[in-house]
C-alpha cells in the first residue's frame, strides 16, 4: 500500500514537472541544447512580451550545462505565425547563454521560431513552436459580461429600429398627430433627419474602432 501511494505521488510530480516544461519547447542539434519561448506566460495578445532563447552544451561536470556566448554571431531567428514570418533583433542576457528579442503578440493562435545558420561551426535549421498566445479573457478579473462594441451595437440596433416605427407612425398617420403639410410635419422629418444622420455617424465611429 505504502509503495503503490508513493508511487502515485512520484507520477503526479513528474506529470507537475512535464506541464511546466512544456511552456518552453527544447530541441536538440548535436551537442548544443536550444531552448525557446516566452518570457512571461501565459502569453496574452497585445500585451508586451519576449521571446527567450536559451542556448547551452554540456560541461566538464556530468549534469551541469554551459552557456554559450555569442549563439547568434552567425545564426537567425525568425518568427512565424501562419504565413507571416518576422526576422527578430535579438539581444544578450547578461547571464551566458540566455537571449531575447522583444515582441508585442498581435494575434491569439500558435507561434514558432525558426533558427537557421551555425553555432561554433555546428549547422542549425530548426522550426520550434511555442505556446500558444492567449486572449485578455485568461486573466480578467472580473470577467467581463460583454464588449463595449457589443453594446453599441446593441444600443444602435435599438435606435435603428425606433426610428423605423417613427416613420412608419408618420407615413401611417397613426400615433403621430400632424398633417402632411405645415410646420409640424417639416419638424417631424427635420428630427427623424437628424436622428438618422446621427446613427451613421455612430456606426462609422464604431467602425473606425474596431
Do not use: C
Not at 97 to 116: A, E, R
Request: glycine letters at 10%; proline letters at 4%; charged letters at 15%.
Amino acid at each position: 500500500m505504502k509503495a503503490s501511494f508513493l508511487g502515485l505521488v512520484a507520477v503526479l510530480f513528474s506529470i507537475g514537472m512535464m506541464s511546466q516544461a512544456y511552456a518552453h519547447t527544447t530541441v536538440e542539434v548535436e551537442q548544443f541544447e536550444i531552448e525557446v519561448g516566452w518570457g512571461i506566460e501565459p502569453p496574452i495578445v497585445g500585451h508586451r512580451n519576449d521571446f527567450v532563447f536559451e542556448i547551452s552544451e554540456p560541461g566538464e561536470t556530468q549534469g551541469v550545462k554551459v552557456g554559450i556566448k555569442n549563439a547568434f554571431k552567425n545564426l537567425e531567428a525568425t518568427a512565424k505565425y501562419g504565413g507571416v514570418t518576422k526576422v527578430l533583433d535579438i539581444g544578450s542576457d547578461p547571464k551566458p547563454g540566455h537571449y531575447f528579442s522583444h515582441v508585442i503578440p498581435t494575434n491569439t493562435g500558435s507561434y514558432s521560431i525558426q533558427l537557421s545558420g551555425e553555432i561554433n561551426g555546428v549547422l542549425v535549421n530548426v522550426d520550434i513552436p511555442i505556446e500558444d498566445v492567449e486572449s485578455t479573457a485568461v486573466l480578467d478579473f472580473p470577467p467581463t459580461s460583454g464588449s463595449s462594441s457589443d453594446k453599441d451595437i446593441i444600443a444602435l440596433k435599438s435606435a435603428v429600429s425606433s426610428l423605423q416605427q417613427d416613420v412608419s407612425s408618420i407615413q401611417s398617420g397613426t400615433g403621430v398627430e400632424v398633417s402632411n403639410q405645415g410646420a409640424a410635419y417639416d419638424f417631424a422629418i427635420l428630427g427623424l433627419s437628424i436622428a438618422a444622420a446621427a446613427i451613421i455617424l455612430a456606426v462609422i465611429s464604431l467602425v473606425k474602432r474596431k
